[in-house]
């Protein structure tokens, strides 16, 4: 009972934390609009997730196949570049010298970006949503003779639900910090998120044999913090850490983590100087 | 723009991606892959270890015994696939230096708990 309570708990985290991210920057650059398209795609998601559930006994050949498996893939790599792009375009415009906003920046947002808001609303709620359904679906299945799944269903729902509080509450408790570290912290936060899904596109691709891996396992670490322990287990799906990585997906993760450093660091400079 | 460039870049990408996915499966089916039968029931994986050769490529059948779906995971092996009840998937695995690889079921993850154990060919 209290396993599923868990478990749901953190899938919904998973499902929400980008979701929960996005609203509370946007809510800090004041964009109501670009809010709006986050729950937009969040909740075509939520929709086609239930969708999906509902159906699954009759997509469960699809959901198990190999076209499941290259959505994943384009789930783990379409993102981490969306992110990449916001986290760069913010450091450009997001905040003047001194930390106040330019109204150049949401005036882009409204224009420019909110396709790329919907995509990652979407993407980010999609896989892990589709996920805490199934499970959800499965406890409902378990009303076999003798076996309520009234209690266990429960559980699964307040796992649900605590997830999507604990996300609420932790962007809530935020509005206090002063806009300029907020930012860079949620920037910070979503750099190494994309790292993560990098790290966990790049490792399935190893998988499948498209990539070598160059050394299978490069170091383990699993005796520090392993994969298969609660917390382990949140970094893991979270920042795609790995105990006991392949080189390339280190090279890989290494080699965007310094190109985000660079670029960020130029798109701060460049959007110190006066605007024109 | 920046936007033009961004969208180039995700086409480019999916391009690539795109080739190497319908291309990886079709190398792949040139040689008999042997395969592995794996059972899981009462949320539990029988047998919970595999043993398989080094360097070789197999097949992991995994049969769902139990009325609840499962997400068959491995972070050493980097898979991560639904099984639904009473169905069975297949997992195509690349093959492995010598060693131990660790696979759960996710949504049971204290009680479905299994290994695949490559040990070295002695002569």
């Known amino acids: 009972m209290i396993e599923t309570y868990l478990i749901l708990t953190r899938e919904t985290l998973e499902a929400s934390l980008l979701v929960g991210i996005l609203l509370s920057t946007l809510q800090r650059l004041g964009d109501k609009r670009g809010q709006r398209f986050v ?45 990449s792009y916001m986290v760069i375009w913010m450091a450009k415009n997001g905040r003047e010298q001194g930390g106040t906003l330019r109204d150049k920046a949401t005036h882009a947002i409204k224009h420019g970006s909110v396709w790329i808001l919907v995509m990652l609303a979407f993407m980010g709620v999609f896989r892990e949503g589709l996920e805490t359904v199934l499970f959800l679906w499965g406890l409902s299945l378990q009303s076999g003779p003798g076996q309520a799944a009234g209690p266990s269903l429960l559980a699964g729902l307040s796992g649900t639900a605590t997830g999507i509080l604990i996300v609420y509450l932790l962007f809530k408790s935020t509005a206090r910090i002063p806009i300029g570290t907020f930012l860079r912290i949620s920037s910070v936060l979503l750099v190494i998120m994309a790292g993560g899904m990098l790290a966990a596109g790049t490792g399935r691709l190893v998988a499948m044999g498209v990539l070598p891996p160059l050394i299978f396992q490069t170091w383990d670490t699993s005796r520090i913090l392993n994969e298969h322990s609660y917390v382990g287990g949140m970094v893991a799906d979270f920042f795609g850490y790995r105990s006991k990585p392949p080189l390339i997906m280190v090279l890989t993760v290494s080699a965007y983590l310094a190109g985000m450093l660079i670029l960020l660091r130029r798109a701060e400079q460049s959007g110190k100087k006066p605007s024109h | 723009m920046p936007l033009n460039r961004l969208t180039q870049m995700i086409s480019g990408t999916l391009w690539a991606l795109g080739t190497f996915l319908i291309l990886s499966p079709t190398i792949s089916r040139a040689e008999a892959v042997p ?83 490559v040990s070295p060919i002695t002569h």
């Open chain 1, 39 to 83: 729950v937009l795609g969040a909740s075509v998601a939520v929709f086609l997730c239930l969708i999906l559930g509902l159906l699954a006994d009759r997509l469960a050949d699809f959901l198990s196949g190999e076209a499941k498996n290259i959505l994943d893939i384009c789930v783990f790599f379409l993102p981490a570049i969306f992110v």
């Open chain 2, 35 to 117: 395969e592995v039968a794996l059972t899981l029931e009462h949320h539990q994986f029988s047998p919970n270890t595999l043993p398989v050769e080094p360097d070789k490529r197999f097949i992991i059948v995994l049969s769902n015994k139990d009325n609840h779906p499962e997400e068959f995971e491995s972070y050493d092996l980097e898979f991560e696939i639904l099984v639904f009840p009473h169905k069975s998937i297949r997992v195509p695995v690349r093959g492995l230096p010598a060693g131990t690889y660790t696979f759960f079921g996710d949504f049971h993850p204290k009680t479905a708990q299994g290994k695949v154990v």
